[in-house]
């Protein structure tokens, strides 16, 4: 089956790095995401990386992919106290036509001044 | 705000009422999906349509549960005789190609007292 699974809880300083983490399962997943979720909201798509990459960044944000591993890190540089939230790894396995995503239960990310 | 609508944003039933939600897709969006999330975990997949068409349905979706898109545009859940159990955060979601970015709603909360 698929799971994803992530660690459950970060806590970080105000302007240190995070690094969140996730494995996947299935090798076949073109796409892997992550997403962000406020208390009460919706998920907001942060960051995706095709699996053809190892790497992308976008400002503040680095994905890194190891696709021998199965492993998923969203790095967060200079993290902000807007920063603390659940944070989802998603992959999106052939299985599902590649249509459908699997999530992990979600990283909550705890920023202190 | 990512353009995807939903309502109402919470609802409040008793055990064994009908509930129906609505979302409004982005509207050059052909694809659209439901998801279900609970306390703690991550959104689970209930059902894909691609316009009109209901594409995949999820396990986890009971014979309780129908959804509908008649004409490709908006879509309905509805839950009959509920249960405490179906209590959870419901999500759509829609993107327009497969490879394309999955855009969240803010979701309907529904409690089962």
């Known amino acids: 089956g698929e799971d994803v699974e992530q660690s459950l809880f970060l806590s970080v300083r105000e302007g240190d790095s995070s690094v969140i983490n996730c494995t996947y399962t299935d090798s076949s997943s073109t796409y892997l995401y992550w997403y962000k979720q406020e208390p009460g909201a919706g998920l907001q798509l942060l960051t995706y990386?095709?699996?053809?990459?190892d790497m992308k960044q976008d400002q503040r944000l680095t994905v890194l992919l190891n696709k021998k591993d199965k492993h998923l890190s969203l790095r967060i540089a200079d993290t902000q106290t807007g920063d603390s939230a659940i944070y989802f790894c998603?992959?999106?396995?052939?299985?599902?036509?590649?249509?459908?995503?699997?999530f992990g239960k979600g990283t909550m990310l705890l920023v202190s001044p | 705000d990512t353009g995807v609508s939903q309502d109402p944003r919470h609802k409040i039933t008793k055990r064994g009422q009908n509930v129906t939600f609505r979302c409004d897709p982005i509207?050059?969006?052909?694809?659209l999906y439901w998801y279900r999330q609970t306390l703690g975990q991550g959104p689970e997949f209930l059902t894909y349509f691609q316009n009109e068409a209901q594409l995949e349905k999820s396990r986890l979706l009971s014979d309780r549960f129908s959804a509908e898109r008649p004409k490709g545009s908006f879509s309905t859940l509805e839950i009959q005789r509920t249960e405490q159990g179906d209590s959870a955060m419901y999500l759509c979601a829609s993107r327009g190609q497969v490879n394309e970015k999955l855009f969240f709603g803010s979701g309907t909360q529904l409690s089962v007292l």
């Open positions: 509207s050059e969006h052909n694809r």
């Open positions: 990386i095709f699996s053809n990459m």
């Open positions: 998603a992959e999106a396995p052939m299985n599902s036509g590649y249509s459908t995503l699997t």
